[in-house]
C-alpha cells in the first residue's frame, strides 16, 4: 500500500486529512474521535478571546448532495474555557492544531500566545470567515493586515503558523505572498465561497444573518483553482480544502499542489467514518495508479504535457 503520511512543513502528518475547522471539532471529545476516526489531524472550532453564542438560527441550509451555507457567527466558548477541551483530544493522542480569530494583530498574537500553550502542534489562523462581522475576510482580505497578523503570531507563539485564506478576494496569490512574507509555515485554502439563499415564501433570507458561505462538494473547482495558483508562486506548503468528498477530490488538491488536506462538509453529510474511508480509497488510489508515495503526486499536475488539439 502507498505511504501516505504527509510531511507539510514543518508537521508531519501520519495521513493528508485534517479535520476542518468549525465541523464536529467543538468538544474534546469530538476531536478525540475524529482522530480515532482515522484523521491524520484535528482542527479546533476557530476560538476567539471571549465567548461568543453566534447567529440566531436558522444557521445552515443544506443543499443534498453538493453543499451547504452557513452563517453560525463563530460561536465558541472563547479561550479561556476551551484549552480543557484540546486536553482531552491530545491525551487521546491526537495531533491537534489550534484555529483562532480576532479583530486585529494584537489579538491575533495574544490569542496564538495563549492557544500555543495548550500544546497543539500549530496555530491556524482564520482570516477567511465571510460572515463575522470585524473577523475573518474582514481583516484577511487585505495583504498588508494578513503579513502583519501572521508576523505578530509568528513572533509571540514560536508554533508554526498556518494562514487560512479567504476564496473571496480577486487575487488569493497576494494573500498568500503576504502570508509567506509574514513568516507563516503553510497556508490554507480555502475558507467558505460568500453565499445567499432566499426563502420565496417568506421573501427573506433563508439564514438569519442573511449572507453565508457555501462549503462542500459545489466549490471543490473554486478551491482547487485557489490552490492550483498559490502553488505556482508561494514557496511554503498548501493545505487543500473544500469540497472533499471523495479520495480522487483530496488527490485533485494534491496534484494542484497541496501537501495535506482538511474535510470539512463531508464529515457533517457522513460522520467520522468518512475519515477512515478517505484514507482506505486513497491509498487504493494511489496503487492503482503507481504512486508509492503520497509525497510523489504532489504539485504534479503542473508538470503534465498539455493535451494536443490536433
Ligand atoms: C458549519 C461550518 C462551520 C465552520 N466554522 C469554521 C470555523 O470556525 N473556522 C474556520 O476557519 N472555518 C470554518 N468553516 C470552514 C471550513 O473549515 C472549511 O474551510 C469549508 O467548509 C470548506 O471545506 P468543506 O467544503 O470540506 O466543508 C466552517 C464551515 C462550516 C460548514
Known amino acids: 500500500m502507498a505511504d501516505l503520511s504527509a510531511r507539510c512543513g514543518p508537521l508531519a502528518l501520519r495521513n493528508p486529512f485534517l479535520l476542518a475547522s468549525g465541523i464536529w471539532g467543538e468538544s474534546g471529545e469530538s476531536l478525540a474521535g475524529a482522530w480515532a476516526a482515522g484523521a491524520g489531524g484535528v482542527v479546533t472550532k476557530s476560538i476567539g478571546s471571549a465567548p461568543r453564542f453566534g447567529y440566531a438560527n436558522p444557521t445552515i441550509e ?13 460561536p465558541n466558548p472563547g479561550i479561556d474555557e476551551y484549552p480543557k477541551e484540546i486536553e482531552i483530544a491530545r491525551r487521546a493522542g491526537a495531533t491537534v492544531i489550534g484555529s483562532i480569530f480576532g479583530g486585529d ?48 503570531v509568528v513572533e ?120 477512515g474511508r478517505l484514507v482506505r480509497e486513497l491509498g487504493e488510489r494511489l496503487d492503482a495508479l503507481g504512486f508509492s508515495e503520497l509525497e510523489d503526486a504532489v504539485g504534479v499536475a503542473h508538470s503534465a504535457p498539455s493535451a494536443s488539439s490536433g
Open 62 to 74: 443544506t443543499y443534498e448532495r453538493w453543499g451547504m451555507l452557513n452563517a453560525m457567527g463563530l
Open 156 to 275: 509571540s507563539s514560536r508554533l508554526p503558523v498556518i494562514a487560512k485564506l479567504t476564496p473571496n478576494t480577486s487575487d488569493p496569490v497576494a494573500l498568500a505572498l503576504a502570508a509567506e512574507r509574514g513568516g507563516a509555515s503553510a497556508v490554507s485554502a480555502i475558507n467558505t465561497v460568500r453565499g445567499l439563499a432566499i426563502d420565496v415564501r417568506l421573501r427573506r433570507p433563508v439564514l438569519a444573518h442573511g449572507l453565508g458561505g457555501l462549503s462542500g462538494a459545489a466549490i471543490k473547482p473554486v478551491g482547487l483553482a485557489c490552490v492550483w495558483q498559490i502553488y505556482e508562486k508561494v514557496s511554503i506548503p498548501v493545505i487543500g480544502v473544500g469540497g472533499i468528498m471523495t479520495a480522487d477530490d483530496a488527490l485533485e488538491y494534491v496534484m494542484a499542489g497541496a501537501r495535506a488536506v482538511e474535510v470539512g462538509t463531508a464529515v457533517a453529510f457522513e460522520g467520522i467514518a468518512v475519515f
Open 105 to 152: 494583530a494584537d489579538e491575533f498574537a495574544r490569542l496564538g500566545a495563549r492557544m500555543a500553550s495548550t500544546g497543539v502542534v500549530a496555530l491556524e489562523l482564520n482570516l477567511s470567515c465571510p460572515h463575522a462581522e470585524g473577523f475573518g475576510t474582514e481583516v484577511g482580505s487585505d495583504p498588508k493586515d494578513v503579513e502583519a497578523i501572521v508576523r505578530r
